[in-house]
């Protein structure tokens, strides 16, 4: 297939992930010869901008993909099932931000900074991670490659935009009640969220007591880098913040690791910018990350409840809308072009 | 001295823990004989209630403690390194809510929950702990007792309220400001707080890396445990949320865990309440903890990344202005009525 200037389509393209993949296919200059847009019946004849053309929004439909060659999903797992091999079948690669494909042996699940090898595997589709996995991730393999992670305890602090536009918007309504002291009854979010926090909203499994949240965060970062076995806890927790994840993290590794030699590690690793000034207090923070590609890292130190020399903690903040989705998508698209694809 | 029906001073009276310390004992039916108000020139003259009588608040000068058998402080350490002196030679016990006196080996550090027996070693101060600790070693502390504490990793969700009223006046303004697109210069806090959050603005040691608030939530979780080696790390993160903090805990034991046991631990501790419902998606909220006397502890599961099945994950939530401050100290106030004193 011509993967040199491909026909792309954008699925859920009126979401707030589908608006960032727009932006980031504009921004970065992605060579594609066309560009049709993509969403539900519902919000289909919408018109989007794209390098001052105006674009009408489609509804997807079985016949949608013919001559597409990169299709962009961020539409759900329901409409990642049903049309991703519908895309596939008409000739396209799906780079697909739902959870639906990403545990299947066949579907690379892909961090570019991390195993942008295993693309060459796919079978038409490739599966772009969970948001928090993915910004964990471009901060943990750097510091794996060079100390060994031996295990990982995370605790999260996730926006609103994980959730959806019409999360951010009820994010900003509800707060707007709560400084107004008028009531607001929740429609998107099942907690009242304005000056509020709360485990995360995924379904908790009965058994072990982690949510889906977790348990995507988990599995998803074992696979990405390649450690099947390695123990990882995490405590997902929304924020009332509006567009950047942060993480605290305790890391154990095989290896002894100080703050210096971490930061040394980081300072030249991709996707990273070192935010660490423990002189003027000047850390990572999701206002600072919104709106860059790359994800912030710093509060480097040694974890004090180990006191082998082998445990670091650090804190990251990354755009849940960018490098937690729609920009690591776009990165996959780039790499197919650039493969020997 | 008198301790069946004391007069009382409050140190601070027009601050957030001040106004809850008068709330406090006004609730819980303190059988004091008389109320003073102190707080700094600037906010004497102003007229407070307490059961219905209206108190000016006096400037707190060195002949202020005449009389005085109990005096509350919630006015920061200059205060009560100038002033709890005084008030003591005067004679009154002096319960302080600053981290002046926390860490003197003839001052008591005194959650009542977990070492109300070292209160009878006062030489006159008492000290509070720090609201962090406080909230997390009511929950901790049954868990010791149960099963050992080995090791502690946490990392916070902390209140604009730890910060004074004028850090909640600044979250409230600051967020209508950015609701409104319009500009926000910081006054009371160094960053921004709209639909942000931030690693803890205490100065940071610069050669560990840790802030003050992570090494006051560090020894005083030690010292009021009589735990002296206990490994602890803590992360302490800002989120703009008014009044009760959040924790996540990932916790290992000498002995071997489950949730089942913790809970079962747990649901007859003094000064806690389970709030650990999977099946509804229930767990500790900041909203849910404020104005309430327990702590809300939920999420209680194994802590996935060890499988020795000696680790807990937890997350609790609790008022920091109320068990965080001024209802501990109400509390100790409490306990010096009831002994032996």
Same mark, same amino acid.
């Given at each position: 297939m011509?993967?040199?200037?491909p026909?792309?389509?954008?699925?859920?393209a009126?979401?707030?992930?589908?608006?960032?993949?727009?932006?980031?296919l504009?921004?970065?200059g992605?060579p594609l010869?066309s560009?049709r847009?993509?969403a539900?019946?519902?919000s289909a004849? +919408?018109?989007l901008?794209?390098?001052?053309q105006?674009l009408r929004?489609e509804?997807?439909?079985a016949?949608?993909?013919?001559g597409?060659r990169?299709?962009l999903? =961020?539409?759900? =797992?329901a409409?990642?099932?049903?049309?991703a091999p519908?895309?596939?079948?008409?000739?396209?690669?799906v780079?697909?931000? =739902?959870?639906?494909?990403?545990?299947? =042996?066949?579907v690379p699940l892909?961090?570019p900074?991390?195993n942008?090898?295993?693309i060459?595997?796919?079978?038409g589709i490739i599966?772009?991670?969970?948001?928090?996995?993915?910004?964990?991730?471009?901060a943990l393999?750097?510091?794996?490659?060079?100390f060994?992670?031996?295990?990982?305890v995370?605790?999260t602090?996730q926006?609103?935009?994980?959730a959806?536009?019409?999360?951010?918007?009820?994010l900003r309504?509800s707060?707007?009640?709560?400084?107004d002291?008028q009531?607001?009854?929740?429609?998107?979010l099942?907690q009242?969220?304005a000056f509020?926090?709360?485990s995360?909203?995924?379904a908790?499994?009965?058994g072990?007591?982690?949510n889906?949240?977790?348990? +995507?965060?988990?599995?998803?970062l074992?696979?990405i880098m390649?450690?099947?076995?390695?123990?990882?806890?995490?405590?997902?927790?929304r924020v009332?913040?509006l567009?950047?994840?942060?993480i605290?993290?305790?890391?154990?590794?095989?290896?002894p690791?100080?703050?210096?030699a971490?930061r040394?590690?980081?300072a030249?690793?991709?996707?990273?910018?070192?935010?660490?000034?423990?002189?003027?207090n000047?850390?990572?923070?999701?206002?600072?990350a919104?709106?860059?590609?790359?994800v912030?890292?710093?509060?480097?130190?040694?974890d004090t409840?180990d006191?082998?020399?082998h445990s670091?903690?650090?804190?990251v903040a990354?755009?849940q809308?960018? +490098?937690?989705?729609?920009?690591n998508?776009?990165?996959?698209?780039?790499?197919l072009?650039?493969g020997?694809?």
């Amino acid at each position: 297939m011509d993967l040199h200037s491909p026909s792309v389509a954008v699925v859920g393209a009126t979401g707030a992930v589908g608006a960032e993949i727009i932006g980031c296919l504009d921004r970065r200059g992605f060579p594609l010869s066309s560009l049709r847009l993509f969403a539900s019946e519902r919000s289909a004849g +919408k018109v989007l901008n794209y390098r001052n053309q105006s674009l009408r929004v489609e509804p997807c439909g079985a016949d949608a993909f013919a001559g597409i060659r990169i299709a962009l999903f =961020s539409a759900g =797992s329901a409409v990642a099932r049903r049309f991703a091999p519908i895309a596939v079948q008409a000739g396209a690669v799906v780079i697909d931000n =739902s959870s639906a494909y990403r545990m299947a =042996s066949d579907v690379p699940l892909v961090v570019p900074e991390v195993n942008r090898a295993t693309i060459a595997g796919h079978h038409g589709i490739i599966a772009n991670p969970n948001c928090v996995a993915i910004i964990a991730v471009v901060a943990l393999w750097p510091l794996h490659q060079a100390f060994g992670l031996r295990r990982i305890v995370a605790s999260t602090y996730q926006a609103a935009s994980g959730a959806g536009a019409a999360a951010m918007e009820e994010l900003r309504e509800s707060t707007r009640a709560a400084l107004d002291g008028q009531p607001y009854e929740p429609r998107v979010l099942r907690q009242r969220y304005a000056f509020n926090l709360y485990s995360h909203d995924a379904a908790v499994d009965l058994g072990t007591g982690s949510n889906e949240e977790e348990i +995507k965060v988990m599995r998803e970062l074992r696979r990405i880098m390649g450690l099947a076995e390695l123990p990882i806890g995490v405590t997902c927790i929304r924020v009332p913040v509006l567009r950047a994840h942060a993480i605290s993290l305790a890391v154990e590794f095989e290896r002894p690791v100080t703050a210096e030699a971490a930061r040394a590690v980081l300072a030249v690793a991709p996707g990273i910018r070192v935010v660490d000034d423990r002189h003027s207090n000047h850390f990572p923070m999701p206002v600072e990350a919104t709106g860059q590609d790359d994800v912030l890292v710093g509060r480097l130190r040694a974890d004090t409840s180990d006191r082998s020399g082998h445990s670091l903690a650090l804190f990251v903040a990354g755009d849940q809308l960018l +490098k937690g989705a729609a920009l690591n998508a776009v990165q996959i698209a780039e790499l197919l072009l650039a493969g020997p694809g």
